[in-house]
């Protein structure tokens, strides 16, 4: 499985203002410029994270974006299903009717497993987590 550019640069951007420590919206041309994304294509995840409820604008001279809830609430699960949709390892695992040897098929077990161990990670993880996450290897490499 290989995660799209929109899913990978949406949480990147999402993360960004997470760890914003101002608490004042952040413009787009500061994500795209940190995190090294397209102006025009970072609009466009935010128009879909802003649908999805995940951020908020602001308008005006001092505007941008901000979360619309604390990060500690919002799921890397839901980010995910959001820009990438759910986590389907192959066809068979959810519909049986795909594949007449579902019910007997060995491999069909094991893509169920790595499709829900990929579910339960993102299910485990939050955007504060990854927020704390950032300042332990922040931490980490000011003390080397």
């Not at 090294?36 to 001092?62: H, N, P, T, W």
């Not at 829900?116 to 990670?121: D, G």
Request: charged share 30%; with cysteine.
């Amino acid at each position: 499985m290989k995660l799209s550019t929109r899913t990978r640069y949406g949480i990147r951007a999402i993360l960004e203002l997470a760890e914003n420590d101002d608490k004042r919206p952040l413009q787009l041309r500061i994500i795209a410029e940190h995190q090294d994304i397209s102006i025009k294509y970072l609009e466009q995840l935010m128009a879909i994270l802003r649908s999805a409820g995940f951020v908020r604008s602001i308008r005006g001279a001092k505007g941008g974006y901000m979360l619309a809830k604390p990060p500690n609430q919002i799921k890397l699960s839901d980010v995910f299903d959001c820009l990438e949709g759910y986590v389907t390892t192959v066809e068979c695992v959810e519909d049986k009717k795909y594949c007449e040897r579902a019910d007997d098929c060995i491999v069909r077990q094991v893509w169920t497993q790595v499709q829900e161990a990929i579910r339960n990670v993102l299910l485990s993880i939050t955007v504060q987590d990854l927020v704390n996450r950032d300042k332990d290897k922040k931490m980490l490499n000011y003390q080397i």
